[in-house]
């Protein structure tokens, strides 16, 4: 199974893969506007039987199969089948809603399937790819498909916000979950790209989107943008889950670019505005962070207690990493790694940016460097 955000490279990964094997692959997409069925999938399946009959094998690539209702099970039923006639098929499932995906996989699937995530691309990888600086990154994030179009910005944004932004909330959230109010949903989302990096309650969410609805679908709602790779809620760190699940979200994008399309800010604002960039830094550290938890490598958390506040909390294997990021725009509430570290067994503490690690350096290695 890989699994991950849209435009992340799923599929050219996929496909770059298959091209050097040297067996047959059938490579199919379930992403059309009208939703197919399971038939459709056996179908798919007995022809990608037919090319491995006699042969040294085959691969069948099922792309946006969670579009599917009740596509594990079915899936479930022709590999059992497979395995024990001993077919040489091998089955590649590819998504971009990761939240629907791991469903399906854990109802379904258990033990029979390997999954192979795709966050959104890192500083490192787009400058490997496309030669960025951290300014660049800092503005349009790690979509790589829009790379080639940030020499006119203004259709680099109209690229984000139509082929990106709108095809994942229709596409991938509205069209496969039941959303009672898809305008709030909307709003939601735009909200957590505005206030990214700060801490709202769901009461003054409900304030701000003005709207009748409750805290228990704002929640559900943040819920399925976080599954969908587009925005998060980081929950309170409080050691003890109940509490936990309790707290208000600190809001947090998980693709940076989001954050500019949204405000309508272009590269020259994120650089010269210094309370924005500082918001950018921020809200980039988050999302190298919150990926790295998405793909299941950390938890990750934010602290505050009697005016003192840690950006950031990673919980890895019961190691606890306390980060603070130095942004450069004014701090809304005091730094607090030492009354964190007095209350709770802390492996490290960590300071991004100002004197402490440089921001380039942070967002250029992996997470896991920085835990153990």
Not at 39 to 61: H, T, Y
Not at 62 to 77: G, N
Not at 209 to 224: E, P, R
Not at 256 to 282: C, I, P, Q, Y
Request: hydrophobic fraction near 40%; proline fraction near 4%; aromatic fraction near 8%.
């Amino acid at each position: 199974m890989v699994a991950g955000p849209r435009q992340v490279g799923k599929s050219t990964l996929v496909q770059q893969v298959t091209d050097q094997l040297g067996v047959p692959v059938r490579y199919v997409s379930a992403d059309e506007p009208t939703l197919r069925g399971t038939d459709w999938i056996s179908q798919q399946w007995d022809a990608a039987r037919l090319e491995a009959a006699g042969k040294a094998g085959a691969v069948l690539v099922l792309d946006e199969v969670q579009k599917i209702p009740a596509w594990s099970e079915t899936v479930k039923r022709l590999w059992d089948e497979d395995t024990r006639k001993k077919r040489p098929l091998k089955v590649v499932l590819l998504g971009s809603a990761p939240l629907l995906i791991a469903q399906g996989l854990t109802e379904s699937l258990a033990g029979r399937f390997e999954t192979l995530r795709l966050p959104h691309w890192s500083l490192a990888e787009m400058r490997e790819a496309f030669g960025w600086s951290l300014e660049q990154y800092l503005c349009f994030g790690g979509y790589p498909g829009a790379a080639p179009l940030i020499k006119d910005p203004a259709r680099w944004s109209r690229y984000i916000a139509d082929s990106l932004i709108e095809t994942s909330i229709s596409r991938d959230v509205l069209l496969l979950t039941r959303v009672d109010k898809p305008a709030l949903l909307r709003r939601l989302f735009e909200l957590a790209c505005r206030y990214s990096g700060q801490i709202l309650s769901y009461t003054k969410m409900l304030g701000q989107l003005h709207d009748a609805g409750n805290t228990t679908t704002l929640a559900h709602y943040l819920d399925l943008l976080a599954g969908a790779g587009m925005v998060c809620g980081l929950p309170k760190y409080a050691g003890d889950a109940v509490r936990t699940r309790g707290s208000s979200p600190k809001l947090q994008v998980l693709n940076t670019a989001l954050m500019t399309v949204t405000t309508g800010a272009g590269l020259e604002e994120a650089k010269s505005d210094r309370e924005f960039r500082g918001r950018l830094v921020e809200s980039a550290v988050g999302a190298h962070l919150a990926n790295a938890a998405a793909a299941g490598e950390c938890e990750l958390f934010y602290w505050r207690d009697r005016g003192q506040e840690v950006d950031f909390i990673v919980r890895c294997r019961n190691r606890l990493v306390a980060i603070e990021v130095k942004s450069g725009r004014a701090p809304q509430a005091h730094s607090g790694t030492a009354a964190f570290a007095a209350a709770f067994k802390v492996r490290r503490t960590l300071l991004v940016g100002g004197d402490g690690v440089p921001v380039e350096d942070f967002l250029g290695r992996p997470v896991g460097e920085w835990i153990d």
